[in-house]
């Protein structure tokens, strides 16, 4: 075979069907003593049931009642977040940006699917998708209103391309009708999509 | 300059929805099939044996044949990468592959208990290094990416600068302090950290006049993928 030993296709070798080079690639692994498949399990309970976007929503709404958190958390997240001990896997080096009357943010990875884990978990498939990564950068009103949203006459969009280990969270605007709201209830508003600045907060269903 | 790889793929024109209507609810899924997680974990897993850093199973991913590459989803990109590194590094052979199974074996000393899973998740691994050496560029400064050749350390090797933003005008935003530069890290070249600075590029510059004035990319760019404009 032309590509033996070429290390770029050791992968061809596994089963055709995705589901059985999991398997194969696991048993082999187990086998071997490299990896366990309670370490697995426990991993996949941490991203299916533990971290997701209701810790990035957290953040929010205390940012948006709490002043001082907010300006904290805007000049360096970083420490703030390793405070509150959520600055775990891919999202060591966070930066929390603003969204305005003068500014819409939003956030991509090109090369890859760079996301701030630790506060919204595993990208959504769409985040990953080429057609996101290959649009975000170049027409983001047109992606923006796919998603439903037209940013005002004032607003320049910022596109965020992760291309480092810097990861990125919008912090979106606190809608009129929430105002007076407790933090618990606020939280409620903040979906995944607008922390990533393809959504914009909406009312909790009750 | 070399050949655009297929998972730069920032910039270029697509008409593909991105999602459809029918599709949003089921976005709001985590694993969308049991098979996706078990990549993702096994990757993770795999990946604190040690064998090899972030860089360097990005690169595995980018080095997939380009029709593999436009071919998978994503986890089967995320498993072709790990099985080419796991056979390029000699935890496994194309033999085991091929034959589906392995000699068993007692626990390798770096296998990542179930224990410690939470602790070594929530503590990640920051990428930021204290360096002497003084940041070149002050913010503000007006700076010009790289061609994407000019940032290589290794031949057809490993970059984070998109060819879409390669020789274009930019604008130091703000420097992240010295980080650790994946160009030489994912080649096993050491950590060899750089400053790495946040830089503006508007959209005028990167798609013509028809952008939106105002509009912008922000990207990181290490200093090495950045010269002075006088």
Known sequence: ?206 | MSQQKPHDMGGMLDDTIIISTDSRDDEAQIFHEPWHARALAVTLAAGALGKWNLDASRFARECLPADDYKKFSYYEKWLAGLCNLLVTHKLITREEIKAGTAESAAPHDRMLKPEIVSNVLANGGPVRRDIAQKSQFEIGARVRTKRISDTLLVPDGHTRLPAYAAGKQAVIRDCHGAHILPNAHAHFRGEAPEPLYQIAISAAELWGENAVAGDEVILDCWESYLEAVR
Request: proline share 7%; charged share 20%; aromatic share 6%.
């Open chain 1, 1 to 206: 075979m032309p590509h033996e030993h070429d290390d770029h296709n050791a992968h061809s070798l596994l089963p055709s069907e995705p589901a059985l080079r999991v398997r194969a690639l696991e048993t082999i692994l187990t086998r071997k003593g490299l990896v366990s498949a309670e370490t697995l399990d426990e991993i996949i309970d941490v991203y299916a049931h533990k971290i997701g976007p209701h810790i990035g929503a957290k953040i929010v709404a205390r940012a948006w009642i709490d002043s001082d958190f907010k300006q904290a958390l805007l000049t360096n997240a970083e420490s703030i977040l390793g405070e509150m001990k959520l600055a775990g896997r891919q999202g060591e080096h966070v930066q929390v940006v603003e969204n305005t009357a003068n500014i819409h943010n939003m956030v991509v990875c090109t090369l890859c699917s760079c996301y701030p884990w630790p506060l919204l978990g595993i990208p959504p498939s769409w985040y990953k998708s080429d057609a996101y990564r290959k649009r975000a950068v170049r027409e983001p009103r047109a992606v923006l209103a796919e998603f439903g949203i037209t940013p005002s006459q004032t607003q320049s969009v910022r596109v965020w391309d992760s291309t480092a280990e810097m990861r990125y969270l919008v912090l979106p605007m606190m809608p009129v009708a929430a105002a007076g709201c407790d933090e618990a209830t606020l939280a409620r508003w903040v979906t995944r999509d607008c922390m990533v600045g393809t959504g914009i907060p909406k009312a909790p269903q009750i």
